[in-house]
């Protein structure tokens, strides 16, 4: 069998085919796994060359003010995730983990509101009830981490709640969320929002201004294509920066660093919520990876998305059928986001099979099989060829 004509017409028409040629991708493979590690663009290499040549190599101590310019790295590649979550420059501030920037959010968000509730769903990534967790044992156990199903979320923004915080689209389901909607319902109750954006940052076009978010937290290493263990973003809307604290307050956030001054004083914007030294190297491949998006269309990227997981689940649909195979993910369009995951039983060990014939994607406890669509760098007969090779798997 091959590819079917619609789905190579499709693949014709697609604006953004020429795309694939900016990554490293292995032909034998169909990775299906850029929600977990972005794939690799290729021009990041002949960067981290540069920056370990020149910038490091021959520059050393003189790159942080000289032409490299160090100091500001951080802020030049939050301007280009701002632009990609709909946030002003001033209001994002890249480096660590998403784990601690989730810390430094709810943090700050918990010192705005006498409330002492976190409302979050009850199966948020791990890591963000953790966070959660932390928080609370740190103030001796005064918050109450709520935790409700996703769909019963709107009907817990009740007035004791100080803080939502909710991933938009869940790890394992795909199901994306109405950050505007929820927003506007947890605003109306005098409740902040901590979204995490780490299955939406350069999945598809974020409009945290647009939403009135008040904070938001997102990986570096996924859609943005940042590299294993990339920075993460951290966003402050304008208006929170003058009451929310930075109770990590590194001299990397201070007004003047240099000034090696006894009291901190923070940055202007929301730089004061960088920390410590800039990962110069991981920021530098981060810089560079973000350079893809320079001349995209975030909506053209969503519709290439949807049109791509609109195929799957079609090709997939015969096989739910004749398999324990259902579909985990929703079918509308506003309710998704860039992957297509099913239950089976036998997840595990069907997607270890998959891996072993080059079709990658993930388990994900307890029977997810997770497929992860990147419009950048998929066609359409990828998502034809991993659909027979599932197949194949599953008879
Ligand atoms: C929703 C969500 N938040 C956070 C993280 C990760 O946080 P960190 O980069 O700190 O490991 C992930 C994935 O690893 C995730 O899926
Ligand atoms: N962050 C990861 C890592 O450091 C190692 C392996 C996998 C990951 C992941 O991205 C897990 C992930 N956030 C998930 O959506 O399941």
Known sequence: MSV?????????????????EEFALPDDL??????????????????????????????????????????????????????????????????????????KALAAALHQTPRKVVLTDADNFPTDLYMAQGLNALLGGQLELRRVPSDQIAAHLTPDVGVLLLTEVDYRTGRKLDMRGLTAAAHAQGILTVWDLA???????????????????????????????????LYVAERCHAAAPVFLSGWMGHADPFEMGREYAPAAGARRYVVGT?????????????????????????????????T???????????????????????????????????????MNKLIARGIVGDFRTPDILRFGFTPLYHSHADVWRAAEGIAEVLA
């Open 312 to 350: 799957f689940i079609r090709l997939m649909q015969p096989l739910t059928q004749k398999h324990p195979l259902t579909l985990a993910t929703p079918e509308a369009h506003a309710e998704r986001g860039s992957q297509v995951s099913y239950h089976h039983p036998d997840a595990k060990n069907i």
């Open 278 to 310: 800039p990962t110069v190297l991981s920021l530098s491949a981060l810089d560079t990876a973000l350079d893809v998006f320079a001349d995209v269309d975030m909506e053209v990227l969503r519709q290439k998305s949807l049109s791509l997981t609109d």
């Open 4 to 20: 079917p004509a619609d789905l190579l017409a499709l693949d014709a028409r697609d604006p953004l085919s020429y795309k694939r």
């Open 30 to 103: 169909i990775y299906l796994d850029g929600n977990s590690l972005g794939a690799m663009p290729k021009a990041v290499a002949q960067r981290l060359q540069h920056v370990l040549d020149e910038e490091w190599g021959r520059q050393l101590i003189r790159s942080w003010t000289g032409e490299a310019d160090w100091m500001s790295l951080p802020d030049r590649v939050a301007a280009k995730i701002a632009r990609l979550v709909g946030a002003k420059p001033s209001e994002v501030a890249v480096g660590d983990s998403t784990s601690i920037n989730t810390f």
């Open 199 to 233: 299955h939406s940052a350069g999945a598809f076009a974020v409009d945290l201004n647009g939403c009135e978010a008040d904070f938001a937290i997102g990986c570096g290493y996924k859609y943005l294509n940042g590299g294993p263990g990339a920075p993460a973003f």
